[in-house]
Each structure stands twice: as structure tokens, then as C-alpha cells.
């Protein structure tokens, strides 16, 4: 009798992969198996590798022209080696989009059917080659037709895209990639991200039936309770490495919430003795702001007097929306409240005027003059908000260059923000210096509440401890208000008293920085009160 | 060698380019016994009557506007302005003030307006700007038919309507040149002329170093940080477009004194391209310009127009319309040049 290796075969088969960008690893050792038939999900937190994994998977040039990857790719046992996302195609694995990738003006079977389609030779093609076919629109249609059927919507295949509603765009793209007639794998990344909970099922199901006709899926998602509904097993990535492969049925929720934010958070012993007092400084009521992507919907919350307050959560839940909210950047409605008054909204310069201060988190969009100086982007808000670093003749006012080199020199020291003066402009000036120059700029204001969001995104390691620790500085010796918003829960651990989980636009929770991982999981997976039952209360 | 590379990076191109070209230009009259002393006086006075109209571009780029093809706006008001000092039967430096004080309410509120329209098509303003200066020129080309002006220096002896060129001797003709001017050896110098613009220089200077330019250079550089810093963005734009439509209007008066007429109907059509031209060539980008680019541009713009003339008529006896060409092909070439470089920074 043949003895097989590993006694199973694998339509799918990703082994050893790893990547790196520009010296940066993103991904290391990561083991993927895909048996015909099953759903496995792939868990992980934002920036864990699961966009790189799959674009390694897809070919996308992304890969390729930075250096192409580590590992070895099989499908049927056969190594492949995908340059494209045309060649993946070939080799039949399908991916249903996140954001759908559908021409609104065309019917449905035209969508599915799209630089696939049926032809028949007519008088033109006979001249003008294969190109010019005539469209055998009844055959395409019959495909179309029984693709629709796989995923169980009944709509009309001739209906035009454009007006469907979203759920029907996710069905129209998963008939797309079963039409396909060699689909072996099909790639399902966040397909419920805009679903309603009822049409969410129904993909769920759909999935299933896709399943037991053979088809492997590999679902991404950061909704655990699906995982737990349909996947056959887990792989949970985490930085970049493969944490765990198990069967679902062996594994809970608490345990996936736990692998997948679980990692050493090495406290800075001390930290956080400084417990901030109980007055209330800042209340948030009914708070919504229009941010696209980033949307809050409805939030309460209070914030200390002399704390640092993390605001944590997944990409897209709205955590970034609530600091851009207050400082009157995008639409809002709802109340706030500083010392007990109420701030304007959607009027950044009476923000500013009332004493609030907003590091952004679009550092090299919002937060600097590129081509300007570094003294000149230090002094220019508080000169146009308070006035200050000005001479006055009369009504005419001329910049005072002494004071603000002065400044500038000053704020150089403290922040150590390393140039070559305080004329060099920021745009050669490293992540983290520039990072320095925002923070300067918002404590040349000296603010009651200074917002910070993502004060280290796209700083290197030594950088960010710089950045942090002048954070915990501040807060400690003049005793200001902090509000960091960031996507790292490691550096929220680090540094704040409290951190509050933003989910779906609404406030999950708010957690001790000790908390355990499941904890914290679970909140940004917004499975905490499902799992708890516990109410959402302002003042945690 | 790597000192030079800098150099030359810090000079640019287009300029290297014109320099050599005028230098070419200025060996080729001395052979041709060209008196290079003429050649200096007129290129003097040109970059002084057109300092003003480049110094127009100045807030427009920095506000955010970009290259304010739109200046007709502004020359149309100081023509205005001109004519009415005319028609009130003023000489000298009164004519000259009151054109200024007329042009100047009119060419505040043309700017306004124009300003509100360049807010709502942010992203092709220059597109909508140079046809907002042809059409203005057209529409005053009605206007200077029907308006009731009844100066007969301005109106056609036989028919209705203003002159096309009216001229301005014995009003204000030259009369800033000829202030104060002094001659070294054959070149004379046009002392008014240049001292007021660098006057109008110092002042858009200073502008800048107060809070509202700096808020305004902010606007233009960078509108999200600025929205965000509590500039109101839209202001600031409307503002820079004032501002470079009345100095349009003070440049194209200045302009008019040292030509010795006004011109009227079609001849402001494409006087926002020499401005343009002349202040890409100083080195400014569609979103960076300083002082020094306006007066660096404008010498050296006029400069080789002035001398490719001569030089042209002594080589092709019958090609007189050469330094025209020239004009053309520099200023169109170099408009092109920078649009190309949009974008190109980060």
C-alpha cells in the first residue's frame, strides 16, 4: 500500500512563507493548508499579515516589486509560482472583495461574465480577429443564471447593478468568482464587514453550500462568533508570524481573542501609579461625527482631569473619527463639554481658542507644513489662535522672528527633535523628528487636552519610545490632559491610566491597561457584552 | 563637483537655459555693434512698467489659486481707472494717484467675486481662470464701446465708443520713468519707475510676514493643516485673489504711463501670459513664489525680449516680427515647463 506523507491532500498549500519590505518583516513562517471543502478563517489584528499574505497568494505586483517573498506556494500538489493576479485566476482561486469591484452600469451577467465571455464568430471577427466576436448573450445569461442560483439570490440577471442593495453586490461578486469554472480556493476577505446581521447569515450559509461542493474557502474576518459558526479551523496570525493552527470546534472565543491580541506587554513598571484624579474634564454625550471610514456613531464618555485616556479599537470602527470630531475636522453633532462649557462644533478654530490641541494622525497631510521651517510650523497655529509671536503696529501685524527662533530653539531642545536648525524644513526631517515638530506645535498652544492620534505610526522602534515618553512627560509634569488614539494596543498598555475600545462606532468598554488580553480581544472584536452581558457605562 | 550639482539644482533648469540665451543674445549685438547701452536702458524700464503685473502672481500662487491667469480682471479695472483720470482732465502724478484710487474699490470688488468663483472650482482654477480672462477681455471690448466716456482724446473722431490705443502724452506719460532718473555713461536709469516697484514689492513683502500672509501662505501650502490650525481656507483664497487683482490693476497703470498709451479692447488678452512666463522663469513654482523670483523674472524675461529684437532685425532684415516670435515661444515654452512640473515634490 502507498504510504502518503501526510495522508491527506491539499488543494492549497502555502509553506514557509515569509516578506519583507525594505528591511521591515511582515511576515515569517507562515503555514497555510487548504483541504477541498473546507472554510478556514485566518485571524488576526490590523497589520498581523493578513493583506500581505494574500496579496503573496494573488501575485500582486505589490509582492514582486518589492524583492517577491519567501516559501513555496502548492495548488493540487503542484508548486505554482503566481505572477499575477490573472495567473491566480488561471490557477483557480477567486477572492470576493472587500470593497466590491463591480461596473454599476452593467446588468449582472455582463458583471459576472466580465472579459469572460461567451462568443460566437461573426462577420467582423472573421476579418478582425478574435476580439471583435459577436457576445452570446443567452449562453452567458444561462451561466449567470445558475452562479445566481449557487449563491441563492433570486434577482434577475439582466438587472443592472448600479441601485442593488449592498448585500446583492456581495452575492453578485461571490456568482462572479463561481462562474469560474476551475475555482478551487476562494478568498473571502471581510465579506461582512457592510452586511446587515441578516444578510450576514445568508452569505454565511451561502458560504457553506459553496463549501460542500468542494471548494476550499479561506475566510478573513475579525468577527469571531462567524468564525466560530462556519470555519472548519482557525489560523491566527499576529505581527507578521503564524501564531496557531487548530480546529475550530477545539477552540472557544475567548481563546481566539486571546491569540490574537495576546502578546508580552512589558509594563514600564512605574507608570501608571499616577491614577489621574475624578474630575471630570471632558464629557462626551450623543457624540456622532461623519468621518468616511471612521464614522461615531452615538458616543458617551468622560474624561479625567490629569489622565492619559487610550482610545484603542480595529481600523474603520470610528476610534480615530472621535479626536477629529472635537477638533471640528470633519462633520459632528452631539455634546461636549470642556471644565463644564460647551465646545462649539465643526469650528476648528473656536476648538483651538477653547484650549484643545489635536497631534493628527495624517502627519505629513494635516499636521505639517512640508516646506516650510520648523520654527514656522512650530509658532503658526497659536499665532493665528492666540496671537502670540506677533509685533503689532496698529492693525498691521509682522511675525516677531526673534521670539519664535527663540521658541523654536526651545521646543528643539526639550522635544530633542533632531535637524540642523530651527530653519531646516520638515520635509527632510525623519518620522519621528516630524512627529516632535506636530507635538511642539500643539504644546506651543498650551492646551487643557491635548489629542494625539497615532503618534507613532510609521516611526521606527527607538523613535516611538521617544514619542511615548514624552507623552507620559507631559502628562506628569504639567499635568495635561491626554487623549492618544492609536492602532497599537502594546503602546496604549503602555502608557495610559485608561483605554476606552471603540466598536462600530460606539464605545465597547473601557479597560484598565492591565486587563488581560481576552478582555481586550473580545472588546475590539465587540463580542465583550454578548460574552459578559454586562451594560456600557460613560464612566467605566 | 557636488557644490555645483547643488548649485545648479538651487537654479534650475529653465533658468540656466534663459541666462545662456541672453548672454548668446548680448555677445551677438556687441558683434553686430548693437549700442549695448540702449539695450540696458530699455531693459530697465520694461522690467520696472512690468515688475507690477508679475508681482500680481504673487498671493494668487501662494494662496493656493496657482498661476493667476486672470489678471485681465485686474488690468481691465486699472484701465478704468486710467480712462477716468483721463476723462476727469488730470496730468501728472495726480492722473496717476487718481487712476490708482479709481481702480482700486473696483478691482477689490471684481476680485472678490472672482475670488468667490475660483473657490468653487478648486483643482482647475487656472484652466477657469484663463477663460474668465478672455471672456472679461471680451466683454470690455463692448463695454469700451458703450461707456459713456466723452473725452474726445479718447473717443473715435467718427463713430461711437473709446480708441483702441488712446495716447497719453503730455497727461502721464513717463512720468514716473523720468522721475528722479540719472544716467550712468549712455544708459539712463528710470529711478521712479523702479523705486516704485520695488515699493509695491516691499509692501507685498511685508504682507507676507504678517499674520494674515502667513495664514494665507498656509491656506495655499497645505489647506488641511490650515483648516485645522482655524484658518478659514476659502477666506484666505478670496484674499489672495484680491490682492492680485488690484495689484493688476496698479501694474497695468504703471504699465501704460511708460508705454505712452492705453490700450483698450483686445490688447490685455494675453498680458496674464508675459506675467506668468516672467515669474516661472524668476523660479517660482505654481506653489512657491518670493519677492526675488518677481524681480529676478521680470529682468530677465523683458531682457531677452528686448535684446532679441535688434539682434533679430540685424541678422533677418525682414523678420522684424522675430522678437515676437521669440516672445511667444519663451513664454508659452515656459508656461509648459512648469505645468509640467506640478506635483512633481514630494
Not at chain 1, 479625567?304 to 459632528?332: C, D, R, T
Not at chain 1, 495610559?496 to 481576552?518: C, F, H, M, T, W
Not at chain 2, 539712463?188 to 510676514?209: A, D, E, S
Not at chain 2, 523678420?319 to 516672445?327: N, P, T, W
Amino acid at each position: 500500500m502507498k504510504t502518503e506523507h501526510n495522508n491527506e491532500h491539499y488543494v492549497l498549500d502555502m509553506r514557509n512563507i515569509g516578506k519583507e519590505y525594505y528591511g521591515t518583516r511582515v511576515l515569517k513562517d507562515i503555514n497555510i493548508q487548504l483541504k477541498p471543502g473546507e472554510i478556514h478563517a485566518i485571524l488576526g489584528e490590523n497589520g498581523a499579515g493578513k493583506s500581505t499574505l494574500m496579496n503573496v497568494l494573488f501575485g500582486m505586483s505589490v509582492i514582486h516589486s518589492t524583492g517577491g517573498f519567501e516559501g513555496e506556494v502548492f495548488i493540487d500538489g503542484e508548486k505554482v509560482n503566481i505572477n499575477s493576479p490573472v495567473e491566480a485566476m488561471e490557477k483557480g482561486i477567486g477572492m470576493v472583495h472587500q470593497e466590491f469591484m463591480l461596473i454599476p452600469g452593467y446588468s449582472i451577467t455582463e458583471n459576472i461574465k466580465l472579459n469572460r465571455e461567451t462568443t460566437n464568430p461573426g462577420l467582423l471577427s472573421r476579418v478582425a480577429g478574435k476580439k471583435l466576436e459577436i457576445l452570446d448573450m443567452k449562453s452567458m445569461n444561462m451561466d449567470a443564471r445558475k452562479s445566481l442560483d449557487k449563491v441563492g439570490v433570486g434577482i434577475e440577471e439582466w438587472v443592472k447593478v448600479a441601485g442593488l442593495p449592498v448585500s446583492f453586490m456581495q452575492f453578485v461578486e461571490i456568482a462572479r468568482e463561481l462562474d469560474k469554472e476551475n475555482l478551487k480556493v476562494l478568498v473571502f476577505d471581510e465579506p461582512t464587514a457592510v452586511l446587515t446581521e441578516s444578510d450576514a447569515d445568508r452569505l454565511l450559509e451561502t458560504m457553506r453550500k459553496i463549501a460542500s461542493e468542494g471548494i476550499a474557502i479561506l475566510f478573513i474576518t475579525h468577527r469571531l462568533d462567524e468564525v466560530q459558526r462556519v470555519a472548519d479551523r482557525i489560523t491566527v496570525l499576529r505581527d507578521g508570524q503564524h501564531v496557531i493552527t487548530k480546529d475550530t470546534k477545539d477552540s472557544n472565543v475567548n481563546e481566539m481573542a486571546n491569540l490574537m491580541v495576546g502578546r508580552e506587554i512589558k509594563m514600564t513598571g512605574e507608570s501608571r501609579d499616577n491614577e489621574g484624579s475624578k474630575n471630570v474634564k471632558m464629557r462626551i454625550r450623543d457624540f456622532y461625527v461623519d468621518m468616511p471610514g471612521e464614522t461615531v456613531k452615538g458616543i458617551n464618555l468622560d474624561i479625567y482631569e490629569g489622565e492619559i485616556l487610550g482610545i484603542g479599537g480595529l481600523a474603520g470602527q470610528g476610534k480615530i473619527g472621535l479626536a477629529n470630531g472635537i477638533m471640528g475636522l470633519y462633520k459632528s453633532e452631539g455634546n461636549v463639554e470642556l471644565d463644564g462649557k460647551k465646545i462649539s462644533l465643526n469650528n476648528p478654530e473656536k476648538s483651538l481658542k477653547q484650549g484643545l490641541a489635536f497631534v493628527s494622525e495624517d502627519r505629513r497631510g494635516v499636521g505639517l507644513l512640508l516646506d516650510s521651517s520648523i520654527e514656522l510650523n512650530t509658532v503658526i497655529t497659536s499665532m493665528q489662535i492666540q496671537g502670540t509671536f506677533l509685533k503689532r503696529y496698529g492693525v498691521f501685524t509682522q511675525r516677531d522672528n526673534k521670539k519664535i527662533r527663540e521658541h523654536a530653539l526651545k521646543m528643539i531642545k526639550d522635544l530633542d527633535i533632531r535637524c540642523t536648525g530651527p530653519s531646516q524644513i520638515t520635509r527632510r526631517l525623519s518620522g519621528g523628528n516630524q512627529q516632535k515638530v506636530c507635538i511642539a506645535r500643539a504644546l506651543t498652544l498650551n492646551p487643557k487636552v491635548l489629542f494625539v492620534s497615532e503618534p507613532t505610526r510609521g516611526i521606527d522602534v527607538g523613535a516611538k519610545k521617544l514619542v511615548l515618553d514624552t507623552l507620559v512627560q507631559l502628562n506628569k509634569e504639567y499635568g495635561m490632559t491626554i487623549i492618544m488614539t492609536s492602532s497599537e494596543l502594546a503602546e496604549l498598555r503602555m502608557i495610559s491610566n485608561r483605554i476606552a475600545i471603540i466598536n462600530e462606532g460606539k464605545l465597547e468598554g473601557i479597560l484598565p491597561p492591565d486587563a488581560s488580553d481576552v478582555d481586550f480581544g473580545l472588546m475590539m472584536a465587540g463580542e465583550y457584552h454578548k460574552q459578559k452581558g454586562e451594560g456600557v457605562r460613560a464612566d467605566g | 563637483m557636488d557644490k555645483v550639482k547643488v548649485y545648479y539644482n538651487k537654479f534650475g533648469l529653465p533658468r540656466i537655459i534663459i541666462i545662456s540665451f541672453l548672454l548668446f543674445l548680448l555677445i551677438a549685438a556687441v558683434m553686430l555693434e548693437i549700442p549695448i547701452s540702449a539695450l540696458i536702458s530699455d531693459a530697465l524700464v520694461r522690467t520696472g512698467m512690468n515688475g507690477i503685473l508679475v508681482l500680481s502672481m504673487v498671493p494668487g500662487i501662494l494662496a493656493g489659486i496657482g498661476l493667476n491667469f486672470g489678471i485681465p480682471i485686474g488690468i481691465v479695472c486699472g484701465l478704468l481707472g486710467g480712462l477716468m483720470a483721463i476723462q476727469l482732465n488730470l496730468y501728472g502724478f495726480t492722473a496717476i494717484l487718481v487712476a490708482v484710487l479709481i481702480s482700486l474699490p473696483l478691482s477689490l470688488v471684481a476680485g472678490y467675486l472672482y475670488g468667490l468663483l475660483l473657490n468653487r472650482v478648486k483643482g482647475s482654477e487656472m484652466t477657469i481662470a484663463t477663460y474668465i480672462g478672455f471672456s472679461i477681455v471680451s466683454l470690455m471690448s463692448i463695454g469700451w464701446l458703450v461707456l459713456p466716456f466723452t473725452s474726445e482724446e479718447m473717443r473715435w473722431p467718427i463713430g461711437t465708443g473709446l480708441r483702441t490705443t488712446i495716447t497719453l502724452q503730455g497727461r502721464f506719460e513717463r512720468i514716473l520713468n523720468q522721475w528722479g532718473a540719472f544716467k550712468i555713461g549712455d544708459v539712463v536709469f528710470p529711478t521712479g519707475l523702479i523705486l516704485f516697484m520695488l515699493f509695491f514689492c516691499l509692501l507685498v513683502w511685508l504682507f507676507l510676514r504678517s499674520r494674515l500672509g502667513t495664514s494665507m501662505i498656509a491656506a495655499g501650502d497645505n489647506p488641511k493643516f490650515a483648516t485645522a490650525s482655524g484658518i478659514n481656507v476659502n477666506k484666505m483664497r478670496i484674499i489672495g485673489t484680491m490682492l492680485s487683482t488690484v495689484l493688476s490693476a496698479v501694474g497695468i497703470i504703471v504699465y501704460s504711463q511708460s508705454f505712452g498709451f492705453i490700450q483698450l479692447y483686445q490688447a490685455p488678452m494675453f498680458m496674464s501670459f508675459a506675467a506668468v512666463a516672467a515669474i516661472l522663469i524668476g523660479g517660482a513654482t505654481i506653489k512657491k513664489a518670493t519677492i526675488s523670483n518677481v524681480i529676478i523674472g521680470a529682468f530677465l524675461f523683458q531682457s531677452v525680449l528686448v535684446v532679441s529684437l535688434p539682434v533679430a532685425n540685424k541678422i533677418l532684415a525682414d523678420v522684424s516680427s522675430l522678437a515676437e516670435i521669440a516672445r511667444i515661444v519663451i513664454s508659452n515654452g515656459i508656461i509648459l515647463y512648469a505645468l509640467t512640473q506640478i506635483g512633481g515634490g514630494e
